[in-house]
């Protein structure tokens, strides 16, 4: 009971009730607020809206972002860059990034083909198993080998499922460590096997047949002008072998000073 109703200590034991305010009658402003009380559990907070995840890098973004870095690298940075990369989806089933191989210093030719194979995977090497002794004999044929004289890559550094065709935007996510590569060695000559590669270095969509047979230009970002022969992909020459006379022109059209 509040104190202001305690009696006095003579006064009756019984207290009179003071009856209750007509309705609609303004409260008392003395008169306390009313708090109901809730039975159960607490109610749950309102739902907060996740904030949205931030937006993943379109491919353009991504070679840019790649560019970025192997513009910035030296070769075995660059190396390292290769390995790592997870700029598209094909680093998801790669056994190995095939970087390259080859000579480092005074390169005469840099021989580019399309992407790895299943042993080029496995093994992490460009150019292995037939294609790669075909190649080799190839270099021999002209005084060269891989060891010396050239270094040899891929367009694509990670295999595609089953060897297909790699998609546009993998080929923006990979193409700058090829042209890096291209700046950090100064060949001499670019032997460029197959036409997906021919294609994709000089951005035409036009067949191997109307490339090959003359001295095309690769000019890098730096502005140097690299002369750049076309030619088949020794894989094609194992299916095809009657087109090996027209693969040894090539060679010869690439030696020419």
């Known amino acids: 009971m509040p104190p202001e109703a305690e009696a006095a200590p003579d006064a009756a034991a019984s207290v009179a009730v003071a009856p209750a305010p007509a309705a609609g009658a303004a409260a008392s402003a003395t008169e306390r607020p009313r708090i109901p009380v809730r039975s159960g559990p ?75 194979g299943e042993q080029e995977d496995r093994q992490g090497l460009p150019f292995v198993g037939r294609s790669g002794q075909l190649l ?39 193409s700058p460590y090829l042209m890096r590569q291209i700046a950090l060695l100064k060949p001499e000559r670019i032997l460029v096997l197959g036409r997906f590669a021919a294609q994709t270095l000089l951005g035409t969509e036009a067949t191997i047949g109307s490339l090959r047979g003359r001295v095309h230009t690769l000019k890098t970002d730096e502005g140097v002008e690299i002369p750049l022969v076309v030619s088949y992909h020794p894989a094609y020459l194992l299916r095809s072998p009657v087109e090996k006379a027209r693969a040894w022109q090539d060679l010869q059209l690439a030696v020419q000073p």
């Open 136 to 174: 080799d004999a190839m270099l021999a044929s002209v005084g060269m080998s891989r060891e010396q004289d050239v270094f040899i890559a891929n367009v694509i550094k990670c295999r595609p499922p089953g060897n297909r065709n790699p998609k546009p935007e993998e080929v923006a996510a990979c």
């Open 42 to 116: 607490p109610p749950k907070p309102a739902p907060v809206e996740a904030s949205s995840k931030e937006a993943e890098p379109t491919p353009a973004e991504r070679a840019r972002e790649v560019a970025a870095r192997a513009g910035r690298a030296d070769f075995a940075e660059l190396e390292g860059l290769v390995s790592a990369c997870t700029a598209c989806g094909l680093c998801e089933g790669r056994k190995h990034a095939v970087f390259g191989t080859g000579a480092q210093q005074q390169v005469r030719w840099l021989v580019v083909g399309e992407a790895p």
